[in-house]
């Protein structure tokens, strides 16, 4: 079946304008849908895997291809490559009665084959544009390689790093949360969804998932409407502002209703307060997964997420299975069905699918569009404005190229950790390791390389990790030997760099973990190496906050990298000798230990504020540890300092809806170019909720030449200054605000405002 683009005007206002989720109906869909019977609607519904890329559950689809012949199948993920997706897509235009095209699929999470820094990393660029343009090339690779929809961006504001899954979002903060929702929207979706190079994306996962109870994966979420309005569900409202096309139900219940059957929720906050008008899918069997969560059996949560709003089944085929029983049995409407049936149909239209389902079929294209130079150039430059320099006291970065360095770590030579979790589409194998980055960047230096530790030695924990590949390796040589070997180089050195921290796997999907330090093995590496006296210098590498109490006061500096992706050891490199000077700042506060989690910057008073950094007795504390973080939200050092001065509102009064013109100097005062990333923290002094201390209401990346003074100009709006009240209306309270200005959440240059 072909359709014809007879409404190109109706289209043009749909993509023109997309971030009015307004409801338009598409004459040829209403057409299509009069045609359909019950079981083809149904069968628009399901979304299968044949297996390949990373299966998150235990269920992988059978008889796939029968079942798209039989028009069971509205979209397949977990293939690529144009052939198997012009066999996949052949099997429903050419041999169903109505030739509906499918859906492909994918987890394209940090890049496609070119695989970029890990979420979190990208996040602590706070560069939009950037990462924009790593959205672009996502979907330029993915397209290529015949993946129509996407299953990012993953909003989910987290201040828990037990949780593994915080190296997939843009961290703490709702405000950076929702600029990088609509950066990574607009990369992939692009001003055009009909184009070849332009995909579908999701925002997942809906909603409050990285709220999971005490970090545990997949753990139930109880929160106040108010925290959430405020605090959490902002990223997923930018991402639907910003038109994203699919939506994806999260696995956790709230309010005591697992999302994915949760009317409230996908019905009357997603579609009748925000209007979105696109399409819900489930996360995997999530709709299965409400039998466990104890709401009935297979037949029962399917209607039940039918009925609440859900309109795509994740490879469960409750929805195949059982709605037709529903229906006959009057637990589900027609009209039910074919609303969902709708919304898939109408994605497809906006995609163009109906016009040529094989639009994204060009056996040329992935030659000439996956990892090119440029994508592969714009992964390391995304990389290196993801680190973040987190202590450098005595100037030991950047080294000389000429320098005789000690580059010790299993890390250190690794290729298999480079690209981080959620990279089923890139190959480890294609990544170039930091000792091989250090080669390239420095030729003349003389390096010496020993693992010096096993990244772990619990090989229980070992096993658990290596369950997408070979990131843990337990050496057959002793710890001991390992260690000296180590110990020997790093006193024939000038410096040592000691690559340590977390494997890949350690952070992502259900890898919470309860300690967040660095493992023993490389504790006992490290205390060893500084044992020698000469200068250490630690490339961190870890997909969540850590606890590195101990590692900050052994070391002389720490360079924290994340997972950096596909160029790892050149961008690592180009950092560690001064070709680029570190701007990356934390996205998540990092604690001094597990007991202080959840912590994050935008904390309330309480009435018993501890007012001093000293212990006092009934003030809001801990007996044995400090409120404040080890690293506080927003921090990250350069090789150069900055001065900032002069701080100014353009009006000491402002009306509501007039904005607040904010002006402060910043000095570039040490001896490097630098990019500093300016930071603008509000307070709503009184206000008729209790309220953060703290918010960051806004930033801007600059680029200050040593000796530079740059004035930099922040704008307030309107609606940075409201909130939701106990009514849950999006208010701004008249009353004084303060403004706090600087180079991380601590800031403390300060003006104020009357809002009148
Ligand atoms: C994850 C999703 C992912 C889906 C499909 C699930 O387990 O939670 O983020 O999109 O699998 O791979």
């Known amino acids: 079946m072909k359709l014809k683009v007879s409404h190109i005007l109706a289209l043009t206002l749909l993509l023109a304008a997309p971030s009015i989720q307004a409801q338009h109906t ?3 869909v209403e057409a299509l849908l009069k ?3 019950i079981e083809e609607k149904i069968g628009q519904l399901n979304l299968v895997t044949p297996g390949g890329g990373i299966a998150t559950g235990s269920v992988v689809s059978s008889n796939v291809e029968d079942k798209i012949k039989a028009g069971q199948v509205g979209g397949l993920f977990g293939i690529s490559g144009p052939e198997k997706i012009k066999t996949a897509q052949d099997f429903a235009v050419k041999k169903t009665r109505l030739g509906i095209p499918l859906f492909f699929g994918s987890d394209i999470i940090h890049g496609y084959k070119t695989t970029f820094p890990i979420p979190l990393g990208l996040s602590s660029s706070w560069d939009m544009e950037l990462l924009k343009r790593t959205a672009q090339v996502a979907a330029l690779e993915a397209t290529a390689d015949g993946i129509n929809w996407n299953f990012s961006p993953m909003v989910d504001i987290s201040r828990d790093p037990r949780w593994g899954r915080i190296s997939e979002g843009a961290g703490e903060d709702p405000y950076l949360g929702s600029q990088i929702a609509k950066a990574m929207v607009t990369g992939y979706q692009g001003e055009d969804l009909m184009a070849k190079n332009t995909m579908l994306a999701t925002v997942k996962h809906f909603a409050l998932y990285g709220a999971a109870e005490a970090g545990r994966d ?6 106040s409407r108010l925290k959430m309005y405020n605090e959490y569900l902002p990223p997923y409202k930018a991402a639907i502002d910003a038109g994203v096309g699919s939506v994806m139900s999260s696995f956790n219940d709230i309010d005591g209703i697992p999302a994915s059957g949760n009317k409230w929720l996908l019905t009357d906050l997603l579609r009748d307060d925000w209007k979105f008008n696109g399409f819900v899918v489930s996360d995997y069997t999530s709709v299965n997964e409400m039998i466990a969560h104890g709401l009935g059996d297979l037949q029962a949560v399917s209607a039940l997420s039918l009925k609440a709003g859900l ?17 006959d049995e009057g637990k589900v409407t027609a009209e039910e069905i074919t609303t969902a049936c709708r919304r898939i149909l109408e994605a497809k239209f906006k995609l163009g699918l109906f016009d040529d389902p094989y639009k994204y079929i060009d056996k040329k294209r992935p030659a000439k569009d996956i990892l090119k130079d440029e994508n592969r150039a714009l992964a390391r430059e995304a990389a290196k404005k993801s680190f973040v320099l987190l202590k450098n006291d005595t100037k030991n970065l950047p080294i000389n190229k000429s320098s005789k360095i000690a580059l010790i770590g299993d890390l250190a030579n690794s290729k298999d950790n480079m690209l981080g979790t959620w990279a089923p589409t890139g190959d480890p194998q294609l990544s170039v390791s930091i000792l091989q980055g250090f080669k390239n960047v420095a030729p003349n230096a003389q390096i010496t390389h020993a693992k010096g530790a096993n990244i772990t030695d619990d090989a229980a924990l070992a096993k658990k990790i290596n369950v997408f590949g070979e990131r843990v390796t337990i050496d057959k040589r002793s710890a001991e030997e390992m260690l000296n070997e180590a110990v020997e180089l790093a006193k024939k050195s000038d410096i040592i760099v000691a690559v340590v921290g977390e494997a890949t796997e350690f952070t992502g999907e259900s890898s919470s973990r309860t300690d967040i330090s660095i493992p023993q093995s490389q504790k006992k590496l490290i205390r060893a190496l500084a044992a020698t006296g000469k200068p250490l210098v630690l490339v961190l590498m870890s997909g969540r906050p850590l606890v590195l109490e101990e590692e900050l006061a052994l070391s002389a500096s720490i360079l924290q990298v994340w997972f950096p992706g596909v160029e790892a050891g050149n961008a690592i490199a180009d950092v560690v ?3 680029y000077n570190p701007s990356g700042k934390l996205t998540a506060t990092w604690p001094r230990n597990v ?8 904390i309330k008073n309480t009435g018993r504020p501890q007012l001093t950094s000293e212990f006092e007795k009934f003030t809001s504390n801990y007996l044995d540890a400090p409120n404040t973080p080890l690293l506080p939200f927003g921090y990250g050092l350069s090789y150069t300092e900055f001065e900032y001065s002069n701080l100014n509102v353009n009006a000491s009064q402002i009306n509501q809806n007039e904005p607040l013109i904010v002006t402060v100097s910043v000095t570039n005062t040490g001896n490097f170019d630098g990019e500093e990333v300016v930071q603008l923290y509000l307070r709503d002094v009184v206000r008729s909720i209790t309220q953060p201390v703290k918010q960051l209401k806004g930033f801007k990346k600059v680029m200050l030449k040593k000796g530079e003074t740059k004035q930099v100009t922040l704008t307030l709006t309107p609606d940075d200054l409201k909130f939701y009240n106990s009514n849950l209306d999006f208010v701004a309270e008249p009353g004084d605000f303060e403004i706090y200005v600087g180079t991380n959440s601590d800031a403390t240059l300060k003006s104020s405002f009357t809002l009148k």
């Open 218 to 223: 997949y753990n139930s979420v109880d929160m």
């Open 26 to 28: 598409i004459p040829e």
């Open 35 to 37: 045609k359909m019977t």
């Open 311 to 327: 309109d795509m089944d994740m490879v469960g085929e409750g929805f195949l299975t059982t709605l037709k029983k529903s229906l």
């Open 577 to 579: 000798f001064g070709d």
């Open 595 to 602: 007991g202080q989690i959840p912590i994050y910057h935008s």
